[in-house]
């Protein structure tokens, strides 16, 4: 996530891949007096108005240096920086980055059609209402916890994809009180009702799970070595629950 000298926030993303030749992308231009802070990424200010077909990102960094700027959660890790750009923990802006997974994959194979969405949460707990009186620490943390939502994308979703009938989307997240935990608990007991929340929430939509999987593996149905291959594996099994 980038924000700029207007406070306006950018998502940045790191790539394992470059884009096809010809992919217009939005230009890192070297300006000092046109810096942007990267939120998630630092880079620098993009020409007005030139068409943004691709987010701000690049492939050039390691795989520990995009673990380490996407894991910096402001008040619990410290910024990530190369001494170029500042990296922050992009949640606030992209929480739920499904819109930009499908952008990616329109990016990398414009021709092909996507057949299968899958998204896959974190976990949340159960809405409740506020008691009492509001104050303004109240309105701060209603304002966090609206930014870094994951609702919004999957309303939007739900709404939309129907419309596009060819493609089948799954989206799972447990909703439980469990799943109620800071980003730095380390008390194993909060951890084992994590797992047992998912345990539970897996069982209870394992034919959602089941589906989800088949469609996956549908493009393979007919590759007889793949085939071969996958019946040494089983992809996923919890308590009795396959997919093969």
């Avoid at 998630?40 to 200010?45: K, L, N």
């Amino acid at each position: 996530m980038c924000a700029d000298e207007d406070v306006c926030l950018y998502v940045y993303i790191f790539l394992n891949v470059r884009y096809p030749v010809g992919t217009p992308e939005v230009p890192l231009a070297i300006s000092e007096s046109s810096g942007i802070t990267i939120l998630g990424s630092t880079t620098t200010g993009a020409q007005v108005g030139y068409k943004r077909s691709a987010f701000i990102g690049s492939c050039k960094y390691h795989v520990w240096q995009a673990i380490r700027a996407s894991s910096a959660a402001p008040y619990y890790l410290d910024d990530f920086s190369d001494d170029v750009y500042r990296w922050q923990d992009g949640a606030i802006v992209a929480n739920n980055p499904t819109i930009f997974s499908i952008r990616e994959a329109q990016l990398l194979w414009p021709d092909a059609k996507i057949d299968c969405l899958v998204s896959i949460g974190c976990g949340s707990v159960p809405t409740k209402a506020r008691k009492g009186g509001w104050r303004y620490l109240d309105t701060g943390q209603v304002l966090i916890e609206s930014a870094c939502s994951v609702d919004r994308v999957e309303e939007a979703l739900s709404t939309l994809l129907p419309m596009l009938p060819e493609i089948q989307y799954f989206q799972f997240n447990p909703v439980d009180e469990r799943c109620d935990m800071e980003l730095d608990e380390t008390d194993p007991t909060v951890w084992l009702k994590l797992e047992a929340a998912v345990k539970d929430y897996i069982q209870k939509n394992s034919e959602s799970f089941k589906n989800a999987c088949e469609r996956l593996l549908l493009p393979f149905a007919h590759d007889e070595k793949w085939t071969e291959n996958l019946k040494s594996l089983t992809l996923f099994q919890v308590k009795g629950i396959k997919c093969r």
